[in-house]
């Protein structure tokens, strides 16, 4: 249960660590709070020559607001921070609630919303929850700053769009307005440990939003960007509505497994979501 | 793989050490320092024995790298012997039978302490979603819950005394 023999960076700038990860002879790995890559690094499931640690970066530590659109996280908020309360508004609040439930509080003090997005575990909170919210991610590399829809950033299952030598920056999240209600249940047989299945929806009608993401498959997850018809009236307060039949053709449609427990405990999910719109 | 110098307060004193980097900070403190009180369980973040502090925030020490903590201030279960909190929780761990063989328990504790300083209205339902990264094979648990409930219930009783005199009388001193 050691790691293999690696070694270690710490830059204090973007740029730096960009050079450090691009280079084609090594397998260099960035480091944030570590809390997936330990445990796969010491039961040698990653083998990586150089560990870049990105953490003394002040840029991935920022909370910003951007127009009151759009507030933009850095990759190194820890979960923690975030549950804290770091991030204001009914926005914050869904990603307090949502961060609370990641794992344990000793591992949310380390762990990052930016390495759990990087790290793509289907079954994290943070990569249902954030698509759910319709988030982007900003990556920086050699060829300087671009920015990613997260359906397009997290590819499949431990699998994301970053090329060599770029680091995810920072998310962006859209700012819900006040009226904004939204649901999130995961599914874990034991409190903290990776979820069986997640349900996320979020309904803004000012925005024009009513977003449904079923998340903890196989690969990356299924957002459906027009749920309205599986929230019934659940999005008014009419609890118990939640439609189905409809929400079960949508995830066939969208090829969710059909094994028959694999997706009924997703329906459920989902349905349970939906309930607490 | 070079060795890295690295710079830390370990229990409120300075040290200075040359570490590989794949160390993780449990075998730094246990095989450079002696200090073997942070044990290992799982070494995969999952059973928490190693939870310790680093800048007063819990954290597992099996999957934190002791040269990513350079700067950082780390206080190991020996170095709470004299923390108030840490003494009222022993004491309650004694009473309320919270520990058998004693493995998880400094990891038990530390996490028991930030509960009460973070939590300080925390029932036993949420002690227990609290608790549930530090497994313990012997107790069952109900014997670590009531300690902390007790030595939550025991500040709860000091805060309030004055407004509802007496109110901690039953649940002991802590």
């Not at chain 1, 070694?7 to 260099?28: G, H, V």
């Not at chain 2, 009531?146 to 309030?160: D, Q, W």
């Amino acid at each position: 249960m050691k790691p293999v023999a690696f070694d270690y960076e710490r830059p204090r700038t973007l740029n730096a660590a960009c050079a450090l990860l691009a280079s084609e002879d090594l397998l260099a790995k960035p480091l944030a709070g570590g809390q997936s890559l330990g445990p796969m690094l010491n039961m040698r499931l990653v083998q990586p020559d150089l560990l870049v640690d990105i953490t003394r970066i002040p840029e991935l530590w920022r909370v910003e607001e951007d127009k009151s659109v759009v507030v933009e996280i850095g990759a190194c908020i820890t979960h923690a921070a975030i549950e804290d309360g770091c991030v204001p508004g009914v926005t914050g609040g869904i990603l307090a609630s949502v961060a609370g439930g990641i794992a344990y509080r000793a591992v949310r003090n380390r762990g990052t919303i930016g390495g759990s997005l990087a790290h793509a575990d289907p079954a994290a909170d943070w990569v249902a929850c954030l698509a759910a919210l319709g988030a982007e991610v900003v990556l920086h590399g050699p060829a300087g700053q671009r920015t990613l829809p997260l359906g397009g950033f997290v590819v499949g299952a431990l699998e994301v769009a970053l090329e060599a030598g770029e680091v995810l920056e920072a998310v962006r999240v859209p700012i819900l307005s006040p009226n904004a209600r939204w649901g999130f249940y995961k599914f874990c047989r034991k409190t903290g440990e990776f979820a069986e299945a997640i349900g996320a929806v979020v309904h803004d009608p000012d925005r024009g939003v009513a977003r449904a993401v079923i998340g903890a498959t196989h690969s990356r997850p299924i957002v459906l960007e027009e749920a309205s018809v599986i929230f019934g009236t659940a999005a008014s307060g009419g609890r118990g509505s939640f439609d189905r039949n409809a929400a079960s053709e949508l995830m066939k449609a969208a090829g969710l497994d059909p094994d028959p427990y694999f997706f009924q405990v997703h329906l459920v999910a989902l349905e349970r979501a939906v309930d607490q719109l | 793989m070079s060795a890295k110098s690295l710079e830390m307060k370990i229990n409120g004193a300075p040290v200075s050490a040359q570490v590989e980097p794949r160390q993780h900070l449990a075998d730094f403190l246990r095989e450079t320092r002696l200090l073997t009180g942070t044990h290992l369980g799982c070494e995969q973040g999952v059973c928490g024995a190693c939870t310790l502090l680093v800048d007063g925030k819990p954290v597992r020490s099996c999957i934190t790298f002791a040269v990513a903590c350079d700067g950082a201030e780390v206080q190991t279960i020996e170095g709470l012997d004299d923390d108030d909190i840490m003494k009222a929780l022993r004491a309650a761990f004694s009473a309320e039978h919270a520990l058998q063989c004693g493995y998880c328990t400094p990891g038990m504790l530390i996490t028991a302490r930030d509960i009460v300083l973070r939590l300080p209205d925390a029932d036993a339902p949420r002690i227990r979603v609290e608790l549930s990264g530090n497994l313990c094979r012997c107790t069952g648990y109900v014997g670590i819950v009531r300690a902390v409930e007790r030595v939550l219930a025991a500040r709860r009783g000091r805060e309030s005394d004055g407004a509802i005199r007496g109110s901690a009388a039953t649940v002991g001193e802590a």
